[in-house]
């Protein structure tokens, strides 16, 4: 079995920082994929940031410049770092990562969620 932790979420002002993070474990042969959704109050899930096992980042247009996704492979963790929060990124925030178990099982896995709120 594969689990992801999440932590890091929390009330901030605008303007303000978060870090998140997201922590792997379980039955893990290797992670190709890790990213970061959202899901705000009455709206679909959406991909934040994602990043592969290579360093490969992608990001939505609205935190492009204030978010920064990173990911440390030995850990099995990602990271968002979010700068400039601004109201309209409150959400809660889950992770995601894809990947092969020991027995080579493809896995793709979700973690339980953090909230973000941005307000004053």
């Known amino acids: 079995q594969v689990q992801l932790v999440e932590s890091g979420g929390g009330l901030v002002q605008p303007g303000g920082s978060l870090r998140l993070s997201c922590a792997a474990s379980g039955t893990i042969s290797s992670i190709s994929y890790m990213g970061w959704y959202r899901q705000a109050p009455g709206k679909e899930r959406e991909l934040v940031a994602d990043i592969t096992s290579g360093g490969s980042t992608t990001y939505i247009d609205s935190v492009k410049g204030r978010f920064t996704v990173s990911r440390d492979n030995a850990k099995n963790t990602i990271y968002l770092q979010m700068n400039s929060l601004k109201p309209e990124d409150t959400a809660v925030y889950y992770c995601?990562?894809?990947?092969?178990?020991?027995?080579?099982?493809?896995?793709?896995?979700w973690g339980q969620g953090t909230l973000v709120t941005v307000s004053s």
């Open positions: 995601n990562a894809k990947g092969l178990t020991w027995s080579y099982r493809s896995f793709e896995v």
